[in-house]
């Protein structure tokens, strides 16, 4: 198969809800001989953080010299960037030909029992097959949605991480803080550590709950390991660090309040693998240098100075909070713009809700192509009863590249992460 025939193959799996159970992962990967229990795997579940966390953790491993597997999704910039090793995204020769080797499982003889196996469930099954071959020291896992029924929780983690619990997914995850937690919280393992970031107290009840049943020792953010903010300068948030296996004062690569959250959760996770793998600590050096180092594209990314220009994956109201956190903290003398989309499964009144809250702020919706994006029909229906602005992306953004402003302004563009991935491209494409 050629790069569009793949591409084609692979968009036949694509569905707009996961189709929860582990089942043909578990049939699939045996008949590839098991990689994914020839692994050292790291997985990390939660509402929002994980990608922030997962780019500082992998900075982490990698500065101490390791070959480290990521798995995570969804891709911003290239279909290979879901699938990685120490920053090279597998090459898309690699993909193919383990394409063609899954196509042949799933039209072959077990093409029955492999009936509805989806386009996350082969990229997932790939990831873990990619990282055994190569034999990498250690293979970060992404859940993609849930944790309990999800592709990734095939295996047998070293270590488990858990960032954040919000409303996401309620149709399919459930509608409360606590039934979401008992999703999230099926990737605790029996007897495997598991650390937590800075958790609502209703859905780390439960998850503590469940980590005691399964005797799986606990890190817990503000208990076992603290982070305290220092000062926030332009090129990250500086802040402390506690645990009783390290102290410092470091700096982040990525903007953001939440971003000390999400970096101090890496620090604690570093040290429990380094711990549970029979390995010296990392020194405080290699820890700053990995973590200002770190860069996580559709993050609070300033993709233009002249004029200021952000992008923001808030695709949730817990994410749309962080995001209005930090803007508050940053720009909080400036006039803003922001161009707002999300996929059909997401909370939009909810999120326009919170945006509206923001002052001095110009709200525009918009829509992108994409099967799982919110009807056109409906955001302009939204915008209407809102009395706020509808204008195509495309529009938006050429005519906010160009206008000269009378006052400070920061335009930022955000919602969806599959949407940000189209934003990007354009932007990167007219800035050539």
Same mark, same amino acid.
């Given at each position: 198969?050629?790069?569009?025939?793949?591409?084609?193959?692979?968009?036949? !799996?694509?569905?707009?809800?996961?189709?929860?159970?582990?089942?043909?992962?578990?049939?699939?990967?045996?008949?590839?001989?098991?990689?994914?229990?020839?692994?050292?795997?790291?997985?990390?579940?939660?509402?929002?953080?994980?990608?922030?966390?997962?780019?500082?953790?992998?900075?982490?491993?990698?500065?101490?010299?390791?070959?480290?597997?990521?798995?995570?999704?969804? !891709?911003?910039?290239?279909?290979?960037?879901?699938?990685?090793?120490?920053?090279?995204?597998?090459?898309?020769?690699?993909?193919?030909?383990?394409?063609?080797?899954?196509?042949?499982?799933?039209?072959?003889?077990?093409?029955?029992?492999?009936?509805?196996?989806?386009?996350?469930?082969?990229?997932?099954?790939?990831?873990?097959?990619?990282?055994?071959?190569?034999?990498?020291?250690?293979?970060?896992?992404?859940?993609?949605?849930?944790?309990?029924?999800?592709?990734?929780?095939?295996?047998?983690?070293?270590?488990?991480?858990?960032?954040?619990?919000?409303?996401?997914?309620?149709?399919?995850?459930?509608?409360?803080?606590?039934?979401?937690?008992?999703? %999230?919280?099926?990737?605790? %393992?029996?007897?495997?550590?598991?650390?937590?970031?800075?958790?609502?107290?209703?859905?780390?009840?439960?998850?503590?709950?469940? $980590?005691?049943?399964?005797?799986?020792?606990?890190?817990?953010?503000?208990?076992? !390991?603290?982070?305290?903010?220092?000062?926030?300068?332009?090129?990250?948030?500086?802040?402390?660090?506690?645990?009783?296996?390290?102290?410092?004062?470091?700096?982040?690569?990525?903007?953001?309040?939440?971003?000390?959250?999400?970096?101090?959760?890496?620090?604690?996770?570093?040290?429990?693998?380094?711990?549970?793998?029979?390995?010296?600590?990392?020194?405080?050096?290699?820890?700053?240098?990995?973590?200002?180092?770190?860069?996580?594209?559709?993050?609070?990314?300033?993709?233009?100075?002249?004029?200021?220009?952000?992008?923001?994956?808030?695709?949730?109201?817990?994410?749309?909070?962080?995001?209005?956190?930090?803007?508050?903290?940053?720009?909080?003398?400036?006039?803003?713009?922001?161009?707002?989309?999300?996929?059909?499964?997401?909370?939009?009144?909810?999120?326009?809700?919170?945006?509206?809250?923001?002052?001095?702020?110009?709200?525009?919706?918009?829509?992108?192509?994409?099967?799982?994006?919110?009807?056109?029909?409906?955001?302009?229906?939204? $915008?209407?009863?809102?009395?706020?602005?509808?204008?195509?992306?495309?529009?938006?953004?050429?005519?906010?590249?160009?206008?000269?402003?009378?006052?400070?302004?920061?335009?930022?563009?955000?919602?969806?992460?599959?949407?940000?991935?189209?934003?990007? $491209?354009?932007?990167?494409?007219?800035?050539?």
């Amino acid at each position: 198969m050629n790069k569009n025939e793949t591409n084609q193959w692979i968009a036949n !799996y694509r569905t707009d809800q996961p189709h929860f159970g582990l089942e043909r992962m578990e049939e699939l990967l045996a008949l590839r001989g098991n990689p994914h229990l020839k692994l050292k795997v790291i997985h990390i579940g939660g509402t929002n953080g994980k990608g922030s966390t997962i780019a500082f953790l992998k900075n982490l491993l990698e500065k101490m010299g390791l070959r480290v597997g990521v798995f995570s999704s969804p !891709y911003l910039i290239h279909y290979t960037d879901q699938i990685a090793i120490n920053e090279e995204s597998i090459p898309e020769a690699r993909l193919e030909a383990l394409m063609v080797d899954y196509r042949s499982l799933l039209e072959g003889e077990h093409a029955p029992t492999l009936q509805g196996t989806t386009e996350f469930e082969i990229m997932t099954a790939i990831a873990y097959d990619y990282f055994a071959s190569e034999q990498v020291d250690v293979a970060i896992m992404e859940v993609g949605m849930g944790g309990l029924l999800d592709s990734t929780n095939v295996c047998q983690p070293i270590l488990t991480g858990i960032t954040t619990i919000g409303l996401d997914h309620v149709a399919l995850l459930g509608d409360s803080l606590e039934a979401i937690a008992e999703q %999230k919280a099926g990737i605790i %393992k029996q007897g495997v550590p598991l650390v937590t970031g800075n958790i609502v107290p209703e859905g780390l009840a439960v998850i503590n709950q469940i $980590a005691k049943a399964k005797e799986a020792p606990r890190l817990v953010y503000g208990e076992d !390991y603290q982070v305290s903010h220092h000062e926030s300068v332009e090129t990250g948030e500086i802040f402390d660090y506690s645990s009783p296996l390290r102290q410092g004062r470091f700096q982040t690569g990525l903007l953001g309040l939440h971003q000390i959250e999400n970096a101090g959760m890496a620090i604690a996770l570093l040290d429990t693998f380094c711990k549970e793998d029979g390995r010296e600590l990392a020194s405080n050096n290699i820890v700053a240098q990995a973590l200002e180092e770190t860069s996580w594209p559709g993050r609070f990314e300033v993709v233009c100075r002249e004029p200021l220009m952000i992008l923001d994956g808030a695709h949730n109201p817990h994410a749309v909070k962080a995001l209005l956190d930090t803007l508050e903290e940053r720009f909080a003398d400036y006039h803003k713009e922001i161009l707002f989309t999300c996929i059909k499964t997401k909370a939009l009144e909810d999120m326009l809700d919170l945006l509206e809250t923001l002052p001095d702020t110009e709200l525009t919706l918009t829509h992108f192509d994409d099967g799982r994006a919110t009807d056109e029909k409906v955001l302009k229906k939204v $915008a209407y009863s809102r009395n706020l602005n509808y204008q195509s992306w495309k529009e938006f953004l050429d005519q906010k590249m160009t206008e000269n402003e009378e006052k400070k302004t920061v335009k930022i563009v955000t919602g969806s992460l599959y949407f940000l991935s189209q934003v990007r $491209a354009y932007l990167m494409e007219r800035k050539n």
